[in-house]
């Protein structure tokens, strides 16, 4: 399960890598090139995607048969996996996945929240990655 946890994150800072790229296009070009902006609702959905599927792995890893994100998050946040606030920054962009909320979303109102993408991705995987070196540290009695 580690390995997949692994792999997912590995594929989450790829996502991530993709945002900083169509970040640094000025916001005209950004508006303009529908490849450019699509691309980027993509890259946002699927980097969505891949942090639901490694909470549901996180979560069965430490026990907990749950399925549903909001629980699961609620888990992560409990046990201090997570940073301070980056469950509420997750629950603000959640749904947007439910209802494909960004391909209703002004262009240049995307072109400003993508920031806040690349900070919240790279955020889980710096905590998923931290909370699993120190739970492997525990078990093997290793210092982190």
Known sequence: MLNEISGKLDTLEYYTEV?????????EDFIGEP????GTERYILLGIKEIKDICRLVGHYNGLMENDIA??????DDKK??????????????????VDYLKYMDKEELYEIINEFIDCF???KICIESYYKKDKSLKTGAAV
């Not at 490849?35 to 699509?38: A, P, R, V």
């Not at 629980?71 to 992560?76: A, C, Q, T, V």
């Open 71 to 76: 629980n699961i998050l609620d888990y992560l």
């Open 19 to 27: 945002l900083y790229v169509a970040r640094s296009y000025r916001k």
């Open 35 to 38: 490849l450019i902006f699509g």
């Open 122 to 124: 790279s955020d889980f």
């Open 81 to 98: 996996i997570l940073k301070a606030n980056l469950k509420l920054r997750f629950e603000k962009y959640l749904p947007i996945i439910k």
